[in-house]
């Protein structure tokens, strides 16, 4: 199994930034992707970046350009960052981070709540 911990959202100005984190734990070596999501109220849950092992990534259209997804590697845990810049009062949602492992298996963290206020 793996666990996931998200921090770092928080309440911040329209053109504000902020970076989220999301600390792995325990069965690392099984994870193939790590992504962030984001799902506003009263909407579905939508990929916001992604970014494989060999740190290839890609992004949703609404934030190319103003989010960056990072990930740093040690032996036995992972943290996968998402640096939001240019933030808009439309990015207000909560992020989760996910890991995709093998056998088609997911990992979801707890979520962390970001508004942006206009």
């Known amino acids: 199994q793996v666990q996931l911990v998200e921090s770092g959202g928080g309440l911040v100005q329209a053109g504000g930034s902020l970076t989220l984190s999301c600390a792995t734990s325990g069965s690392i070596f099984s994870i193939i992707t790590m992504a962030w999501y984001l799902q506003a109220p009263g909407n579905q849950r939508e990929l916001v970046a992604v970014?494989?092992?060999?740190?290839?990534?890609?992004?949703a259209d609404s934030v190319k350009g103003r989010f960056t997804i990072s990930r740093s590697n040690a032996e036995n845990a992972d943290t996968v960052y998402l640096q939001m810049n240019s933030l808009k009062p439309e990015d207000t949602a909560v992020y989760s981070c996910n890991s995709h492992c093998v056998v088609a298996t997911d990992y979801w963290g707890q979520g962390t709540q970001v508004t942006v206020s206009s």
């Open positions: 970014i494989t092992r060999g740190g290839s990534t890609k992004y």
